[in-house]
Protein backbone atom coordinates (compact mmCIF):
# COMPACT_ATOMS: atom_id res chain seq x y z
CA UNK A 1 0.00 0.00 0.00
CA UNK A 2 2.62 2.31 0.80
CA UNK A 3 4.28 1.62 -2.69
CA UNK A 4 1.59 2.35 -4.60
CA UNK A 5 1.06 5.79 -2.53
CA UNK A 6 4.79 6.42 -2.79
CA UNK A 7 4.17 6.18 -7.01
CA UNK A 8 1.30 8.28 -6.85
CA UNK A 9 2.56 10.85 -5.50
CA UNK A 10 5.48 10.60 -7.60
CA UNK A 11 3.95 10.62 -10.48
CA UNK A 12 1.58 13.71 -8.99
CA UNK A 13 4.95 15.34 -8.17
CA UNK A 14 6.16 14.66 -11.68
CA UNK A 15 3.20 16.12 -13.24
CA UNK A 16 3.55 19.16 -11.58
CA UNK A 17 6.91 19.72 -12.21
CA UNK A 18 5.50 19.02 -15.52
CA UNK A 19 3.41 22.18 -15.20
CA UNK A 20 5.26 24.44 -13.48
CA UNK A 21 7.34 24.66 -16.51
CA UNK A 22 4.86 25.72 -18.40
CA UNK A 23 3.98 28.65 -15.82
CA UNK A 24 5.69 31.29 -13.48
CA UNK A 25 8.64 30.11 -11.52
CA UNK A 26 7.27 31.67 -8.28
CA UNK A 27 4.94 28.44 -8.25
CA UNK A 28 7.98 26.48 -7.66
CA UNK A 29 8.03 27.00 -3.93
CA UNK A 30 4.23 26.19 -3.66
CA UNK A 31 4.94 22.81 -5.68
CA UNK A 32 7.64 21.98 -3.17
CA UNK A 33 5.42 22.80 -0.34
CA UNK A 34 2.39 20.79 -1.17
CA UNK A 35 4.91 17.68 -2.01
CA UNK A 36 6.71 17.69 1.70
CA UNK A 37 3.82 18.13 3.20
CA UNK A 38 2.58 14.69 1.57
CA UNK A 39 5.72 12.77 2.44
CA UNK A 40 6.89 14.25 5.70
CA UNK A 41 5.12 11.93 7.79
CA UNK A 42 7.07 8.88 5.99
CA UNK A 43 10.37 7.08 6.58
CA UNK A 44 11.93 7.58 3.29
CA UNK A 45 14.00 10.44 2.23
CA UNK A 46 12.51 13.00 -0.25
CA UNK A 47 14.55 14.90 -3.16
CA UNK A 48 14.14 17.89 -4.10
CA UNK A 49 16.14 19.39 -7.06
CA UNK A 50 17.75 22.30 -5.80
CA UNK A 51 16.63 24.46 -9.16
CA UNK A 52 13.42 24.58 -11.04
CA UNK A 53 14.71 24.85 -14.65
CA UNK A 54 18.12 26.26 -15.80
CA UNK A 55 20.80 25.68 -13.42
CA UNK A 56 23.09 28.84 -12.93
CA UNK A 57 26.79 28.35 -14.41
CA UNK A 58 25.72 25.05 -15.99
CA UNK A 59 27.18 23.99 -19.61
CA UNK A 60 25.56 21.57 -21.44
CA UNK A 61 28.15 18.43 -21.80
CA UNK A 62 28.51 15.13 -22.34
CA UNK A 63 29.50 14.26 -18.91
CA UNK A 64 27.72 12.21 -16.63
CA UNK A 65 27.38 11.79 -12.76
CA UNK A 66 29.11 8.88 -11.25
CA UNK A 67 28.63 6.93 -8.18
CA UNK A 68 31.54 4.57 -6.79
CA UNK A 69 30.12 2.08 -4.10
CA UNK A 70 33.76 1.02 -2.59
CA UNK A 71 32.82 0.83 1.05
CA UNK A 72 31.83 3.99 0.76
CA UNK A 73 29.85 6.07 -1.80
CA UNK A 74 31.46 8.77 -3.79
CA UNK A 75 29.34 10.50 -6.17
CA UNK A 76 31.75 12.86 -8.62
CA UNK A 77 30.84 15.01 -11.78
CA UNK A 78 27.46 16.14 -9.95
CA UNK A 79 25.39 17.69 -12.83
CA UNK A 80 21.85 18.13 -11.18
CA UNK A 81 22.10 19.56 -7.54
CA UNK A 82 19.54 18.48 -4.87
CA UNK A 83 18.75 18.05 -1.54
CA UNK A 84 17.73 14.98 0.43
CA UNK A 85 15.73 15.10 3.27
CA UNK A 86 15.65 12.69 6.35
CA UNK A 87 13.08 13.49 8.64
CA UNK A 88 12.64 11.89 12.45
CA UNK A 89 9.25 11.18 13.66
CA UNK A 90 6.52 13.45 14.37
CA UNK A 91 7.11 12.41 18.27
CA UNK A 92 10.50 12.46 18.37
CA UNK A 93 10.98 16.05 16.35
CA UNK A 94 12.92 18.78 17.73
CA UNK A 95 11.88 21.64 15.06
CA UNK A 96 15.58 21.55 14.64
CA UNK A 97 17.12 20.80 10.89
CA UNK A 98 20.92 20.62 9.90
CA UNK A 99 22.02 21.21 6.22
CA UNK A 100 24.96 18.62 5.74
CA UNK A 101 27.75 18.91 3.41
CA UNK A 102 29.87 15.94 2.33
CA UNK A 103 33.61 16.20 1.58
CA UNK A 104 35.56 14.68 -0.37
CA UNK A 105 38.29 17.39 -1.51
CA UNK A 106 36.43 19.15 -4.10
CA UNK A 107 36.76 16.16 -6.44
CA UNK A 108 33.90 13.80 -5.04
CA UNK A 109 31.27 13.64 -2.24
CA UNK A 110 31.98 10.93 0.33
CA UNK A 111 27.50 10.96 -0.08
CA UNK A 112 26.76 8.40 2.89
CA UNK A 113 30.40 8.17 5.09
CA UNK A 114 29.53 12.19 5.71
CA UNK A 115 25.62 12.28 4.30
CA UNK A 116 22.87 9.94 4.46
CA UNK A 117 24.49 7.93 7.73
CA UNK A 118 24.74 11.64 9.21
CA UNK A 119 21.38 12.90 8.72
CA UNK A 120 20.47 9.70 10.06
CA UNK A 121 22.34 9.73 13.18
CA UNK A 122 20.55 13.21 13.77
CA UNK A 123 17.11 11.77 13.01
CA UNK A 124 17.87 9.98 16.32
CA UNK A 125 18.37 12.65 18.20
CA UNK A 126 14.94 14.38 16.89
CA UNK A 127 16.61 16.53 13.89
CA UNK A 128 15.78 16.53 10.87
CA UNK A 129 19.04 15.99 8.14
CA UNK A 130 19.33 17.41 4.50
CA UNK A 131 21.94 16.04 2.68
CA UNK A 132 23.31 18.33 -0.35
CA UNK A 133 24.25 16.90 -3.27
CA UNK A 134 26.43 20.14 -4.45
CA UNK A 135 27.81 20.86 -7.74
CA UNK A 136 31.83 20.05 -7.77
CA UNK A 137 34.18 22.82 -9.11
CA UNK A 138 35.80 20.08 -11.13
CA UNK A 139 33.10 19.24 -12.83
CA UNK A 140 33.64 20.03 -17.42
CA UNK A 141 29.99 20.96 -17.46
CA UNK A 142 30.12 24.48 -15.17
CA UNK A 143 31.79 27.61 -15.51
CA UNK A 144 32.00 30.32 -12.91
CA UNK A 145 33.88 26.81 -11.03
CA UNK A 146 34.63 28.68 -7.65
CA UNK A 147 31.80 30.26 -6.90
CA UNK A 148 29.45 27.12 -8.36
CA UNK A 149 29.82 25.17 -4.76
CA UNK A 150 28.60 28.28 -2.63
CA UNK A 151 25.99 29.25 -4.65
CA UNK A 152 23.94 25.22 -4.50
CA UNK A 153 24.81 25.60 -0.75
CA UNK A 154 23.00 29.14 -0.20
CA UNK A 155 20.50 27.94 -2.50
CA UNK A 156 19.87 24.90 -0.32
CA UNK A 157 19.74 27.14 2.98
CA UNK A 158 17.48 28.86 1.19
CA UNK A 159 15.36 26.04 -0.59
CA UNK A 160 15.25 24.53 3.20
CA UNK A 161 14.05 27.91 4.54
CA UNK A 162 11.22 27.63 2.18
CA UNK A 163 10.18 24.47 3.22
CA UNK A 164 10.52 24.59 6.94
CA UNK A 165 6.64 24.73 7.66
CA UNK A 166 6.04 21.63 5.71
CA UNK A 167 8.80 20.21 7.41
CA UNK A 168 7.88 20.54 10.53
CA UNK A 169 10.88 22.52 11.31
CA UNK A 170 11.75 25.94 13.28
CA UNK A 171 13.13 28.28 10.93
CA UNK A 172 15.19 29.81 13.72
CA UNK A 173 16.77 26.06 14.23
CA UNK A 174 18.45 25.43 11.08
CA UNK A 175 22.36 25.03 10.85
CA UNK A 176 24.68 23.82 8.52
CA UNK A 177 27.43 20.82 9.31
CA UNK A 178 30.27 20.25 6.98
CA UNK A 179 33.33 17.99 6.51
CA UNK A 180 36.59 18.25 5.51
CA UNK A 181 36.48 20.05 2.28
CA UNK A 182 32.56 20.17 2.89
CA UNK A 183 33.53 21.91 6.11
CA UNK A 184 35.14 24.61 3.55
CA UNK A 185 32.21 25.08 1.64
CA UNK A 186 29.94 25.07 4.96
CA UNK A 187 32.32 28.09 6.59
CA UNK A 188 32.03 29.71 2.94
CA UNK A 189 27.84 29.69 3.47
CA UNK A 190 28.44 30.70 7.44
CA UNK A 191 30.76 33.93 5.93
CA UNK A 192 29.09 34.65 2.69
CA UNK A 193 24.85 33.77 3.30
CA UNK A 194 24.44 36.76 1.66
CA UNK A 195 27.10 37.42 -1.03
CA UNK A 196 24.86 37.52 -4.40
CA UNK A 197 26.49 35.70 -6.89
CA UNK A 198 23.62 36.05 -9.55
CA UNK A 199 20.75 37.71 -9.99
CA UNK A 200 17.44 35.93 -8.16
CA UNK A 201 15.99 33.73 -10.26
CA UNK A 202 12.52 33.55 -8.21
CA UNK A 203 11.25 34.10 -4.68
CA UNK A 204 13.68 31.42 -3.30
CA UNK A 205 17.04 33.58 -4.47
CA UNK A 206 15.36 36.90 -2.89
CA UNK A 207 14.97 35.29 0.42
CA UNK A 208 18.07 36.17 3.09
CA UNK A 209 18.77 32.87 5.17
CA UNK A 210 21.58 32.96 7.58
CA UNK A 211 22.40 29.76 9.18
CA UNK A 212 21.25 30.06 13.06
CA UNK A 213 24.34 27.75 14.24
CA UNK A 214 27.43 26.10 12.06
CA UNK A 215 29.27 22.42 12.77
CA UNK A 216 32.42 21.77 11.33
CA UNK A 217 34.32 18.29 11.74
CA UNK A 218 37.89 18.35 10.57
CA UNK A 219 37.21 21.75 8.11
CA UNK A 220 39.26 22.87 5.31
CA UNK A 221 39.81 26.81 6.59
CA UNK A 222 42.92 28.46 5.77
CA UNK A 223 43.92 29.05 2.06
CA UNK A 224 46.76 30.53 1.11
CA UNK A 225 49.03 28.89 4.12
CA UNK A 226 50.93 26.21 5.09
CA UNK A 227 48.59 24.59 6.64
CA UNK A 228 46.22 25.00 3.68
CA UNK A 229 45.01 21.53 2.07
CA UNK A 230 46.28 21.99 -1.11
CA UNK A 231 44.18 19.70 -2.95
CA UNK A 232 40.93 21.39 -1.67
CA UNK A 233 42.10 24.83 -2.83
CA UNK A 234 43.77 23.95 -6.37
CA UNK A 235 40.15 22.69 -6.73
CA UNK A 236 37.96 25.40 -6.40
CA UNK A 237 40.57 28.00 -7.56
CA UNK A 238 42.91 26.26 -9.89
CA UNK A 239 46.66 27.22 -9.81
CA UNK A 240 45.53 31.05 -9.88
CA UNK A 241 46.58 32.98 -6.55
CA UNK A 242 44.94 36.13 -6.86
CA UNK A 243 44.24 37.64 -3.74
CA UNK A 244 40.83 38.50 -3.83
CA UNK A 245 40.19 34.75 -3.97
CA UNK A 246 42.27 33.26 -1.96
CA UNK A 247 41.42 35.70 0.87
CA UNK A 248 37.36 35.30 0.09
CA UNK A 249 38.07 31.54 0.93
CA UNK A 250 40.46 31.66 4.03
CA UNK A 251 37.49 31.57 6.29
CA UNK A 252 39.38 32.80 9.73
CA UNK A 253 39.81 36.08 7.89
CA UNK A 254 35.44 35.94 7.34
CA UNK A 255 34.23 36.58 10.36
CA UNK A 256 31.19 38.81 10.84
CA UNK A 257 30.01 40.42 13.28
CA UNK A 258 26.70 38.44 13.15
CA UNK A 259 28.40 34.91 12.76
CA UNK A 260 26.72 31.57 13.63
CA UNK A 261 27.34 30.22 16.41
CA UNK A 262 30.37 27.63 16.09
CA UNK A 263 31.21 24.25 17.07
CA UNK A 264 34.59 22.45 16.04
CA UNK A 265 35.44 18.52 15.79
CA UNK A 266 39.20 17.41 14.89
CA UNK A 267 42.11 15.20 15.66
CA UNK A 268 45.24 16.13 16.99
CA UNK A 269 46.92 13.58 14.24
CA UNK A 270 45.18 14.63 11.32
CA UNK A 271 48.01 14.24 8.34
CA UNK A 272 45.39 15.80 5.53
CA UNK A 273 43.99 19.10 7.05
CA UNK A 274 45.88 19.93 9.81
CA UNK A 275 44.52 20.54 13.34
CA UNK A 276 45.79 24.79 12.47
CA UNK A 277 43.00 24.66 10.16
CA UNK A 278 40.03 24.26 13.25
CA UNK A 279 42.47 26.43 15.51
CA UNK A 280 42.65 29.66 13.36
CA UNK A 281 38.83 29.58 12.98
CA UNK A 282 38.44 29.27 16.82
CA UNK A 283 40.59 32.11 17.35
CA UNK A 284 39.47 34.20 14.95
CA UNK A 285 35.72 33.81 15.97
CA UNK A 286 36.85 33.97 19.67
CA UNK A 287 38.47 37.28 19.48
CA UNK A 288 34.82 38.22 17.84
CA UNK A 289 33.05 36.89 20.66
CA UNK A 290 31.07 34.74 18.85
CA UNK A 291 29.81 31.68 21.03
CA UNK A 292 32.27 28.96 20.03
CA UNK A 293 32.99 25.21 21.32
CA UNK A 294 36.51 23.49 19.69
CA UNK A 295 36.73 19.66 20.21
CA UNK A 296 40.32 18.25 19.59
CA UNK A 297 40.89 14.47 20.04
CA UNK A 298 44.03 13.53 20.54
CA UNK A 299 43.43 10.68 17.72
CA UNK A 300 41.39 10.05 14.46
CA UNK A 301 42.92 10.95 12.00
CA UNK A 302 41.09 12.81 9.06
CA UNK A 303 37.61 11.57 8.12
CA UNK A 304 36.53 9.76 10.53
CA UNK A 305 32.83 9.90 9.99
CA UNK A 306 30.93 9.07 13.06
CA UNK A 307 33.99 6.97 14.30
CA UNK A 308 32.04 4.12 15.42
CA UNK A 309 35.50 2.60 16.41
CA UNK A 310 37.12 4.81 18.29
CA UNK A 311 36.33 5.05 21.84
CA UNK A 312 36.84 9.03 22.56
CA UNK A 313 35.65 10.42 18.79
CA UNK A 314 32.60 8.56 18.63
CA UNK A 315 30.95 10.32 21.00
CA UNK A 316 31.20 14.00 18.88
CA UNK A 317 27.22 13.35 18.11
CA UNK A 318 26.51 13.41 21.52
CA UNK A 319 28.48 16.42 22.65
CA UNK A 320 26.84 17.89 19.35
CA UNK A 321 23.81 17.45 19.91
CA UNK A 322 23.94 18.51 23.75
CA UNK A 323 25.34 21.90 22.20
CA UNK A 324 22.75 22.04 19.53
CA UNK A 325 19.62 21.61 22.25
CA UNK A 326 22.07 23.89 24.65
CA UNK A 327 21.81 27.04 22.26
CA UNK A 328 18.32 26.59 22.19
CA UNK A 329 17.75 27.00 25.75
CA UNK A 330 20.14 30.27 25.91
CA UNK A 331 17.35 31.85 23.50
CA UNK A 332 14.61 30.56 25.38
Known amino acids: MVIIQWCFLAFRYSLSFFIFKMMNKTFYAFLIFSFIVHTAGWSQDTIVPLW ?5 FRIETDETEVHQKEGILRISKVQYPEIEVYLPSKANATG ?11 HILAYDWEGRDIAKMLNTKGIAGVVVKYRLPTSASIHKNHLVPLLDAQRALKLVHTMAEGLNLDSNKIGIMGFSAGGHLTASLGAHYD ?15 RPNFIVLL ?16 EALLGKSTETQWVDFFSLEKQIRDDHAPTILFHASDDTGVPVENSLSLYQALHQKNIPTALHIFPQGGHGFGLAPQMPLVKEWPKLLTDWIMNLSNDKE
Not at 96 to 106: A, D, E, Q, R, S
Open 52 to 56: PDKIP
Open 96 to 106: HGVLIFPGGGY
Open 218 to 233: YPVIQFGSASTHKGSQ
Open 195 to 209: QELIKPHDEIDVMEA
